[in-house]
Nanobody, 127 residues
C-alpha cells in the first residue's frame, strides 16, 4: 500500500498561483505513475495531470494546459502541481493518486487508472 498526503491548497485571487504537493509513503517502489484530479461541488472528479514516475513523461488536461504543470522529485517521493493563472472555475478539491500496476498510459485520464488516493486539498479561487 501507498499512502498519499496532499498539501498546498488555499484561497487565491484570480490570476494567482499555487503549488500543490503530494507526498507518498509506504511501498513507493511500486509507484508507476502519479496523477492529479479535481472535483468541484456537484461535479464528477476530473483529470488534471499525470506523470510517469521513472521517465517523467507528462500528460495534462486541455482545460489547464499552458497554466498547470506537473513534476516529481523521486528522492522525496513527492509529486507537484504548479498552478498559474488560476481562474474561479479551477475551484475544487484537488486529489493526488498513484498507479501501482504499471497500466497503459491511456488509463491515466480516468479515476480507474489509479489504486491509492489522497484525502484532497481545497483550492478556492476568488473573482
Amino acid at each position: 500500500q501507498v499512502q498519499l498526503v496532499e498539501s498546498g491548497g488555499g484561497l487565491v485571487q484570480t490570476g494567482g498561483s499555487l503549488r500543490l504537493s503530494c507526498a507518498a509513503s509506504g511501498r513507493t517502489f511500486s509507484m508507476a505513475a502519479m496523477g492529479w484530479f479535481r472535483q468541484a461541488p456537484g461535479k464528477e472528479r476530473e483529470f488534471v495531470a499525470a506523470i510517469v514516475w521513472r521517465s517523467g513523461s507528462t500528460y495534462v488536461a486541455d482545460s489547464v494546459k499552458g497554466r498547470f504543470g506537473i513534476s516529481r522529485d523521486i528522492a522525496k517521493n513527492t509529486v507537484y502541481l504548479q498552478m498559474n493563472g488560476l481562474k474561479p472555475e479551477d475551484t475544487a478539491v484537488y486529489y493526488c493518486a498513484t498507479d501501482l500496476r504499471g497500466r497503459y498510459s491511456g488509463t491515466y485520464y480516468y479515476t480507474t487508472g489509479y489504486d491509492s488516493w489522497g484525502q484532497g486539498t481545497q483550492v478556492t479561487v476568488s473573482s
